[in-house]
């Protein structure tokens, strides 16, 4: 019995449990609740031996539930309490920081809190910061745990507990800057500009960068779509494939025979390059658990892999229990179970048939064999989270994995001896980086060549596709629990194939029923609407001030699960960035035939931008200076220019109208009350059905006379986490006087309208 393993499991099992259930303040009474079955079963054991297992999950669940109270009341709660008012901070920058767009934040970890740290947003200034050094001054503190109105955030995970945002000059000295402590993160710093520095071509800088230490804020915005929609962007998510490339790359240096020395070399290499790469929770558990197995045989233990992945990711939840809801490390410890459980006896199958006698051709099958057990078993067990989260299924992955994921090792490896030689005489690394180019572009050229196949990906919008995902999983279930047969399998798979098609199908069918439909996307602080009727779509805005929240990909997803690969135009209401971010991404997954931008210049050259990415992908570009009306399908949209020249970029922008018969949607991007009744007195405007109310609400918006000329049924209001009070009460006032009902992303998610026969 797996003593280690099962003990292990059952104590990170009652973390998720605590992390995913929606209670709290239950904990203790849970605990005793466990504790109490688990003293009975251990009388019962003296005389039912098989009952002894019980203690090795129950105990250790009982642990977690008071483990994670403990730890909730000595690290997070006390910095929840200074939470929500302006405080005093001291803190030491513990990462390198990273540009936004008011200037830059840095993790932070905060003195007199025990083991808490924070994310600190500053000015310009914090870009010049460097680990080591202190801060302190005055901050607006936020509770991190309440982004989005859950407990369970990407904040939490990696231990941050406080955002903090500057309120006055904050004091800097050196601190600890130049410790030996820092060494990684200044490895890392120094690693991605000798990287640059030896590489010069764009995709294979930002391809090798984030291969090598998971920063992908090089990548080309195509690559790294590409890559995410052939199921290869794990290759950027530094986690047990490269740790097992780092492993492989030391044991080529060193003979297969001196095990010691290995294990003396890797294990600090491996810990070194876990925090040199950001200690994320995904890393930690390959490295960990790449430690368990190297050092396993040294101390006369069998490696054992379950083991070892328990042991890991315990370690992990131990460090820090709200880990558990880390993303990365689901699909990390997810991926590592399917490889630990299924890949072996998919090995055994697709080899199993061959009894031929060529070295060289039972060499390829095994290598195929292998490569493709390990990509499915790993396929198996992340794609229901994959589905959750990013709502997508690749459906070639395996191929993609078999094509890429040998010639990522190697360029991984290539790519590290040749950045350390550039260390040593640049014009060294720059004449041996060719073997590195050639892996980054012949896997990119694979991604970019797969995602040109039809139906590569299919995206969990459609809600069809979900049945598909439970009957497969089922099926196959079912077949591995029946007696043996290869013909249950074929037909099994044949049954998926067909679901899959048909799910297809009818979610895209369903997606567009009706002479018109719109949907005002949940992008958090931004906004994003899109309209459809039949199958031509546009989009207005696409954008959100949210770092946790990716704009384009939500708008891209919706529209591709409802079959609507291409749209006719996008109008860019106006050039902030919470309406426009996300449209680089948007842009790199979807052919768009027009961009309408307002004829204004922009302080944060966003106009400039869209203009060369549009004549990149061969889009016209319309600068509106005059009211454009386009047809698409049923459904007539409206543009109407800037009704102000002059003055904040939000009054300069443009306004949508879309109507099919006597219903109309109106969209006035971030425009104050005074710009609102200009527009009404300039344009005849009819009665409106929807408001989409401009800039999500703000007090200063919705103005009483504008509202009186449209009269709306029905107002949608765009809002995430702010810290502007969006929406205003007296904003929402107007509203309710108008006689609109209300409706809110932040509050019922993506708000969707459709409209039949014109009513």
Same mark, same amino acid.
């Given at each position: 019995?797996?003593?280690?393993?099962?003990?292990?499991?059952?104590?990170?099992?009652?973390?998720?449990?605590?992390?995913?259930?929606?209670?709290?303040?239950?904990?203790?009474?849970?605990?005793?609740?466990?504790?109490?079955?688990?003293?009975?079963?251990?009388?019962?054991?003296?005389?039912? *031996?098989?009952?002894?297992?019980?203690?090795?999950?129950?105990?250790?669940?009982?642990? &977690?539930?008071?483990?994670?109270? +403990?730890?909730?009341?000595?690290?997070?709660?006390?910095?929840?309490?200074?939470?929500?008012?302006?405080?005093?901070?001291?803190?030491?920058?513990?990462?390198?920081?990273?540009?936004?767009?008011? %200037?830059?934040?840095?993790?932070?970890?905060?003195?007199?809190?025990?083991?808490?740290? &924070?994310?600190?947003?500053?000015?310009?200034?914090? $870009?010049?910061?460097?680990?080591?050094?202190?801060?302190?001054?005055?901050?607006?503190?936020?509770?991190?745990?309440?982004?989005?109105?859950?407990?369970?955030?990407?904040?939490?995970?990696?231990?941050?507990?406080?955002?903090?945002?500057?309120?006055?000059? !904050?004091?800097?000295?050196?601190?600890?800057?130049?410790?030996?402590?820092?060494?990684?993160?200044?490895?890392?710093?120094?690693?991605?500009?000798?990287?640059?520095?030896?590489?010069?071509?764009?995709?294979?800088?930002?391809?090798?960068?984030?291969?090598?230490?998971?920063?992908?804020?090089?990548?080309?915005?195509?690559?790294?779509?590409?890559?995410?929609?052939?199921?290869?962007?794990?290759?950027?998510?530094?986690?047990?494939?490269?740790?097992?490339?780092?492993?492989?790359?030391?044991?080529?240096?060193?003979?297969?025979?001196?095990? *010691?020395?290995?294990?003396?070399? !890797?294990?600090?290499?491996?810990?070194?390059?876990?925090?040199?790469?950001?200690?994320?929770?995904? +890393?930690?558990?390959?490295?960990?658990?790449?430690?368990?197995?190297?050092?396993?045989?040294?101390?006369?233990?069998?490696?054992?892999?379950?083991?070892?992945?328990?042991?890991?990711?315990?370690?992990?939840?131990?460090?820090?229990?709200?880990?558990?809801?880390?993303?990365?490390?689901?699909?990390?410890?997810?991926?590592?179970?399917?490889?630990?459980?299924?890949?072996?006896?998919?090995?055994?199958?697709?080899?199993?048939?061959?009894?031929?006698?060529?070295?060289?051709?039972? /060499?390829?099958?095994?290598?195929?064999?292998?490569?493709?057990?390990?990509?499915?078993?790993?396929?198996?067990? !992340?794609?229901?989270?994959?589905?959750?989260?990013?709502?997508?299924?690749?459906?070639?992955?395996?191929?993609? %994995?078999?094509?890429?994921?040998?010639?990522?090792?190697?360029?991984?490896?290539?790519?590290?001896?040749?950045? $350390? $030689?550039?260390?040593?005489?640049?014009?060294?690394?720059?004449?041996?980086?060719?073997?590195?180019?050639?892996?980054?572009?012949?896997?990119?050229?694979?991604?970019?060549?797969?995602?040109?196949?039809?139906?590569?990906?299919?995206?969990?919008?459609?809600?069809?596709?979900?049945?598909?995902?439970?009957?497969?999983?089922?099926?196959?279930? /079912?077949?591995?629990?029946?007696?043996?047969? *290869?013909?249950?399998?074929?037909?099994?798979?044949?049954?998926?194939?067909?679901?899959? &098609?048909?799910?297809?199908?009818?979610?895209?069918?369903?997606?567009?029923? =009706?002479?018109?439909?719109?949907?005002?996307?949940?992008?958090?602080?931004?906004?994003?609407?899109?309209?459809?009727?039949?199958?031509?779509?546009?989009?207005?805005?696409?954008?959100?001030?949210?770092?946790?929240?990716?704009?384009?990909?939500?708008?891209?997803?919706?529209?591709?699960?409802?079959? $609507?690969?291409?749209?006719?135009?996008?109008?860019?209401?106006?050039?902030?960035?919470?309406?426009?971010?996300?449209?680089?991404?948007?842009?790199? *997954?979807? @052919?768009?035939?027009?961009?309408?931008?307002?004829?204004?210049?922009?302080?944060?050259?966003?106009?400039?931008?869209?203009?060369?990415?549009?004549?990149?992908?061969?889009?016209?570009?319309?600068?509106?200076?005059?009211?454009?009306?386009?047809?698409? %399908?049923?459904?007539?949209?409206?543009?109407? @220019?800037?009704?102000? &020249?002059? =003055?904040?970029?939000?009054?300069?922008?443009?306004?949508?109208?879309?109507?099919?018969?006597?219903?109309?949607?109106?969209?006035?991007?971030?425009?104050? %009350?005074?710009?609102?009744?200009?527009?009404?007195?300039?344009?005849?405007?009819?009665? +409106?059905?929807?408001?989409?109310?401009?800039?999500?609400?703000?007090?200063?918006?919705?103005?009483?006379?504008?509202?009186?000329?449209?009269?709306?049924?029905?107002?949608?209001?765009?809002?995430?986490?702010?810290?502007? =009070?969006?929406?205003?009460?007296?904003?929402?006032?107007?509203?309710?006087?108008?006689?609109?009902?209300?409706?809110?992303?932040?509050?019922?998610?993506?708000?969707?309208?459709?409209?039949?026969?014109?009513?």
């Amino acid at each position: 019995m797996r003593v280690l393993a099962t003990a292990a499991f059952s104590f990170a099992a009652g973390l998720f449990l605590i992390l995913l259930l929606p209670w709290s303040g239950w904990y203790l009474w849970a605990a005793v609740g466990v504790c109490l079955p688990a003293l009975g079963l251990r009388l019962w054991a003296k005389q039912w *031996r098989h009952l002894r297992r019980s203690q090795l999950i129950l105990w250790p669940l009982a642990a &977690a539930l008071v483990y994670f109270t +403990v730890y909730q009341a000595a690290v997070q709660q006390p910095v929840q309490a200074r939470c929500g008012a302006e405080n005093d901070f001291s803190a030491t920058v513990c990462a390198w920081p990273e540009e936004t767009e008011r %200037g830059g934040r840095v993790t932070v970890r905060l003195h007199d809190f025990f083991g808490a740290r &924070a994310v600190y947003y500053g000015g310009g200034e914090v $870009l010049a910061l460097e680990p080591g050094q202190q801060l302190s001054g005055t901050a607006w503190w936020q509770d991190a745990a309440s982004i989005r109105g859950t407990e369970l955030t990407q904040f939490t995970a990696r231990g941050v507990y406080a955002l903090l945002y500057q309120r006055e000059d !904050t004091a800097v000295d050196d601190g600890s800057r130049g410790g030996v402590q820092w060494l990684p993160l200044r490895a890392v710093h120094a690693l991605r500009q000798r990287i640059a520095a030896v590489w010069d071509d764009p995709s294979v800088r930002g391809f090798l960068t984030a291969e090598l230490t998971g920063d992908r804020t090089e990548l080309p915005e195509g690559d790294a779509v590409a890559m995410q929609e052939t199921g290869l962007a794990h290759l950027f998510a530094v986690s047990g494939l490269h740790c097992a490339f780092l492993v492989t790359l030391l044991g080529l240096l060193v003979p297969a025979n001196r095990r *010691r020395t290995l294990c003396a070399v !890797t294990i600090p290499a491996l810990l070194f390059y876990m925090v040199m790469v950001g200690l994320s929770p995904s +890393v930690a558990r390959a490295c960990i658990m790449q430690i368990f197995l190297l050092t396993a045989p040294l101390l006369r233990r069998g490696s054992d892999g379950l083991t070892a992945l328990s042991a890991a990711l315990a370690a992990i939840l131990l460090e820090n229990p709200f880990a558990a809801g880390s993303v990365s490390l689901q699909l990390s410890f997810a991926a590592a179970l399917g490889m630990v459980l299924l890949a072996p006896r998919l090995d055994r199958v697709f080899t199993g048939w061959y009894h031929g006698g060529s070295r060289l051709l039972g /060499g390829v099958i095994r290598f195929i064999a292998a490569n493709l057990a390990a990509t499915l078993g790993a396929m198996v067990f !992340t794609a229901p989270l994959i589905a959750w989260y990013f709502n997508i299924f690749v459906v070639v992955a395996p191929l993609a %994995g078999l094509l890429a994921v040998p010639a990522a090792g190697w360029s991984f490896m290539a790519a590290f001896v040749t950045t $350390l $030689l550039g260390f040593v005489w640049l014009p060294l690394g720059r004449a041996l980086g060719w073997l590195s180019f050639a892996l980054a572009r012949y896997i990119l050229w694979t991604a970019k060549t797969l995602t040109a196949l039809p139906f590569h990906a299919v995206y969990f919008d459609n809600r069809y596709l979900a049945y598909w995902m439970a009957y497969t999983y089922i099926a196959f279930i /079912g077949c591995a629990l029946t007696r043996d047969s *290869r013909r249950k399998y074929a037909l099994a798979s044949v049954l998926s194939a067909l679901l899959l &098609a048909v799910s297809v199908w009818l979610g895209g069918s369903a997606g567009r029923y =009706g002479d018109m439909g719109a949907l005002a996307l949940d992008v958090g602080q931004g906004e994003s609407v899109a309209l459809w009727s039949g199958r031509e779509a546009a989009l207005v805005d696409c954008g959100s001030s949210n770092s946790f929240v990716d704009a384009g990909g939500t708008a891209a997803d919706r529209l591709e699960s409802m079959g $609507l690969h291409r749209l006719r135009c996008v109008v860019v209401t106006h050039y902030h960035a919470d309406h426009t971010n996300g449209l680089y991404e948007l842009l790199a *997954r979807l @052919p768009v035939d027009t961009l309408y931008m307002p004829d204004i210049e922009d302080e944060y050259g966003v106009r400039q931008r869209l203009e060369e990415l549009a004549a990149e992908k061969g889009m016209d570009v319309v600068l509106v200076t005059d009211t454009v009306q386009l047809t698409l %399908g049923d459904m007539t949209l409206t543009v109407y @220019p800037p009704v102000t &020249a002059g =003055g904040d970029l939000n009054e300069q922008g443009l306004t949508a109208l879309a109507t099919a018969g006597d219903f109309d949607i109106l969209i006035t991007g971030d425009m104050a %009350g005074s710009t609102e009744r200009k527009l009404a007195e300039t344009y005849a405007l009819p009665d +409106v059905e929807v408001l989409v109310v401009s800039h999500h609400g703000s007090r200063y918006s919705s103005d009483e006379m504008f509202l009186r000329a449209i009269r709306p049924e029905t107002a949608v209001i765009s809002v995430g986490d702010n810290s502007y =009070g969006h929406p205003a009460g007296e904003t929402l006032q107007r509203l309710t006087d108008a006689g609109a009902d209300i409706w809110r992303t932040d509050e019922q998610g993506t708000v969707r309208i459709t409209v039949n026969g014109g009513n």
